[in-house]
């Protein structure tokens, strides 16, 4: 198994630009999430989805938008990025979405918004 | 909502000897899941150890163990005899059993660093 998986491991934007930060599992896990980390704020819930289909807000949801179509993946879309979406992106999986599922993580996405 | 601190940025450690992470939260749930998670400097979340808050026991994972006080919303993680591989940050994380959706809240996160 390759676990979560991330791409890319690093992207630069303008501000402005749109882009998709893409996730994959091959686990076949229901629950997925995005997360983002920023400097002295820990990780951060951005969307999470608990099946094909079932997308829902997190913590932090303002300029991200996500979608389910399969099992496998669930990007996260940017649809203008802004400086204040420059972060490290971390996309987890669980093989359900109850809270004694153990949460993998996959390696993380660099976003530098100019 | 639930919160979780982390209240030291930095700790260190020498190596093969003892240390304490202090974590505490607050909650008015009474059934809950707590974690630590190591961040390297690779980036990637490695899950350390989790505790169940309806057991009493405390959990171990090798030269890692917790001290859960319930009444005190405490959490803290031990690492004995340390390794230089140990140096990382280290998250504290909440999460509800409230409902299939629930999320984690994490900490801030404290920097170990481990002295040879």
């Known amino acids: 198994n390759a676990g979560v998986t991330q791409t890319p491991k690093f992207q630069v934007l303008k501000t402005g630009q749109s882009m998709t930060l893409q996730c994959a599992q091959d686990?076949?896990?229901?629950?997925m999430s995005w997360y983002r980390q920023d400097p002295g704020m820990g990780l951060r819930l951005i969307h999470y989805?608990?099946?094909?289909?079932?997308?829902d807000q997190g913590e932090v949801p303002n300029g991200y938008n996500v979608s389910r179509s399969t099992t496998e993946d669930f990007p996260l879309r940017l649809l203008s990025a802004a400086p204040s979406q420059t972060s490290v992106y971390f996309c987890?999986?669980?093989?359900?979405?109850?809270?004694?599922?153990?949460?993998?993580f996959g390696p993380g996405t660099r976003l530098l918004v100019l | 909502a639930q919160t979780v601190t982390q209240s030291q940025p930095e700790m260190s450690v020498q190596e093969a000897e003892t240390v304490t992470l202090s974590c505490t939260y607050d909650?008015?749930?009474?059934?809950?899941?707590l974690f630590w998670y190591k961040q390297p400097p690779s980036r990637q979340m490695i899950l350390v150890i989790r505790?169940?808050?309806?057991?009493?026991q405390n959990a171990t994972e090798n030269r890692f163990s917790v001290n859960f006080q319930k009444a005190a919303k405490s959490f803290s993680l031990k690492i004995s005899d340390s390794q230089l591989g140990d140096a990382a940050m280290y998250f504290c994380a909440y999460r509800s059993p409230t409902g299939a959706n629930s999320k984690l809240t994490f900490g801030k996160g404290i920097t170990l660093s481990v002295r040879p």
């Open positions: 505790q169940e808050a309806y057991k009493q």
């Open positions: 909650t008015s749930e009474s059934d809950y899941y």
């Open positions: 989805s608990v099946g094909a289909g079932i997308t």
């Open positions: 686990m076949n896990h229901e629950y």
């Open positions: 987890a999986s669980s093989y359900r979405g109850h809270p004694k599922e153990t949460q993998y």
